[in-house]
């Protein structure tokens, strides 16, 4: 198994920034890619960005050019970074991880922090 414990969230005006952190434990070997994904209410949860092990990332295109994705591989941390935040980026935000072996795959979630953006 594996763990993932996230810091960071809370309120903040428009325009503001917030920095939100996930530490992965357990057998964080084989994990492939590490990211984040949100869900505002009653909406479907959505994938925010994500880093793969070679350092490729992908982002949700409502992000592109104002949330940064960073992994340190050596202390098994994601990090993301909230810049020029708008209302509509208010939801939980979950830290995911992703274990690929041969034959298997298995993610894992965080228990989700709460962004809220007011205008």
């Known amino acids: 198994q594996v763990q993932l414990v996230e810091s960071g969230g809370g309120t903040v005006q428009a325009g503001g920034s917030l920095r939100l952190s996930c530490a992965a434990s357990?057998?964080?070997?084989?994990?492939?890619?590490m990211g984040w994904y949100r869900q505002a209410p009653g909406k479907q949860r959505e994938l925010v960005a994500i880093q793969s092990n070679d350092g490729s990332t992908n982002y949700h295109d409502s992000v592109k050019g104002r949330f940064t994705i960073s992994r340190d591989n050596a202390k098994n941390t994601v990090s993301l970074q909230m810049n020029s935040l708008k209302p509509e980026d208010t939801a939980v935000y979950f830290c995911?991880?992703?274990?690929?072996?041969?034959?298997?795959?298995?993610?894992?979630w965080g228990q989700g922090t709460q962004v809220t953006v007011s205008s």
């Open positions: 995911n991880a992703v274990r690929i072996g041969s034959g298997w795959y298995n993610d894992y």
């Open positions: 357990g057998f964080i070997s084989s994990i492939n890619s």
